[in-house]
T-cell receptor, first 116, second 114 residues
Framework: NAGVMQNPRHLVRRRGQEARLRCSPV?????VYWYRQLPEEGLKFMVY????????ESGMPKERFSAEFPKEGPSILRIQQVVRGDSAAYFC??????????????FGPGTRLTVL | TQLLEQSPQFLSIQEGENLTVYCNSS?????LQWYRQEPGEGPVLLVT?????EVKKLKRLTFQFGDARKDSSLHITAAQPGDTGLYLC??????????????FGRGTQLTVWP
């Protein structure tokens, strides 16, 4: 009865390196969302994916950030050439459906990215 | 700009007291969810309200969705130290183009002292 799994839980990168964050949704959930949480700012939507498709990436910076949810395997949020401002907690959530505006999202424990 | 405004931002009370946390917006939401988050962890879903005027109870927690589906409240009766945490409200917009995303308030940090 596993919930949303994220790894790693903590990730330290130096400026200019790449960060790869992984998310395995609740079994049977085909909708995945990524959010970023900064101190004093709350959780902000980044991207919404279904299997092999990006549905809404309007919350994700256009440069250096990318996300995928392949047919097999976890969803990946990739940040290239990280900068100090990318330091934050990144949360993945999954849901079973979004019909009729009813969209219960279940969150993983997050990945805390620190950029040195 | 924040689509959902939560108040108060901080709340510090003694065990046994009652409290209410508010979540307000000028926008209409299809549904609204309340989460609780503890340090170093992800938000945990407490409840989802969908119908305007809906009231849901979860033990000592009572959640209400406003008639116009623009606001919500969370009332805790006889608070306990175990209720300590960050309470977040999050809404699903009625706009079809943003149907997937949740809009979050900044949260209310509740501390209950024994």
């Amino acid at each position: 009865n596993a919930g949303v799994m994220q790894n790693p839980r903590h990730l330290v990168r130096r400026r200019g390196q790449e960060a790869r964050l992984r998310c395995s949704p609740v079994k049977g959930h085909s909708h995945v969302y990524w959010y970023r949480q900064l101190p004093e700012e709350g959780l902000k939507f980044m991207v919404y994916l279904q299997k092999e498709n990006i549905i809404d990436e309007s919350g994700m910076p256009k440069e250096r950030f990318s996300a995928e949810f392949p047919k097999e395997g976890p969803s990946i949020l990739r940040i290239q050439q990280v900068v100090r401002g990318d330091s934050a907690a990144y949360f993945c959530a999954s849901s079973l459906r979004t019909s009729g505006g009813y969209n219960e999202q279940f969150f993983g424990p997050g990945t805390r990215l620190t950029v040195l | 700009t924040q689509l959902l405004e939560q108040s108060p931002q901080f709340l510090s009370i003694q065990e046994g007291e009652n409290l209410t946390v508010y979540c307000n917006s000028s926008s209409v939401f299809s549904s609204l969810q309340w989460y609780r988050q503890e340090p170093g962890e992800g938000p945990v879903l407490l409840v989802t309200v969908v119908t305007g005027g809906e009231v849901k109870k979860l033990k000592r927690l009572t959640f209400q969705f406003g008639d116009a589906r623009k606001d919500s409240s969370l009332h805790i009766t006889a608070a306990q130290p175990g209720d300590t945490g960050l309470y977040l409200c999050a809404g699903v917009s009625v706009r079809g183009s943003t149907l997937g995303r949740l809009y979050f308030g900044r949260g209310t940090q509740l501390t209950v002292w024994p």
